[in-house]
């Protein structure tokens, strides 16, 4: 009824073609920089290099129409957008404030350096990624500063 979840997660996998870093804050602040600290968790810097999601494999995706909210910032209102972040299935455990910065795009390289923040972690029995409803803080054509 429902296919070989394996094979639909196989191809899932081919169309991840872009490579992304994914950071959890733990709640500290660095003295110096005054940054939130963080702990990596996608890819798993255990992970060995053969592993096949070494690099952080993933795809961003626009969902195809216009998907936001307004924040009413300093007197005037902006739209805080939102994207969808694919990685493979049993890669990482989700939380929300996950910190997702692209660190690798084929397809765009302006997509290099985005920062995106993780709002709605979810999982499904039979699904073939992780997609991941993630918003846009700088707006499109922001970057991380590091």
Request: overall charge positive; proline content about 10%; hydrophobic content about 30%.
């Amino acid at each position: 009824m429902y296919g070989r979840p394996q094979v639909r997660r196989r191809r899932a996998e081919w169309l991840m073609v872009d490579e992304v870093r994914i950071d959890r804050p733990t709640g500290g602040v660095d003295p110096i920089t005054g940054q939130p600290v963080t702990e990596t968790v996608y890819p798993d810097p255990s992970w060995p290099a053969s592993h096949p999601w070494k690099n952080g494999k993933a795809k961003v995706q626009n969902p195809g129409q216009p998907f936001g909210n307004a924040v009413d910032v300093g007197g005037g209102s902006v739209t805080i957008g939102s994207m969808f972040v694919h990685v493979p299935v049993g890669s990482y455990r989700a939380e929300g404030g996950d910190v997702i910065t692209v660190v690798k795009s084929v397809n765009d390289p302006y997509l290099t350096g985005r920062r995106y923040v993780l709002r709605d972690p979810h999982h499904v029995s039979l699904g073939t990624a992780y997609r991941m409803r993630v918003e846009d803080p700088n707006g499109y054509g922001g970057v991380s500063d590091g």
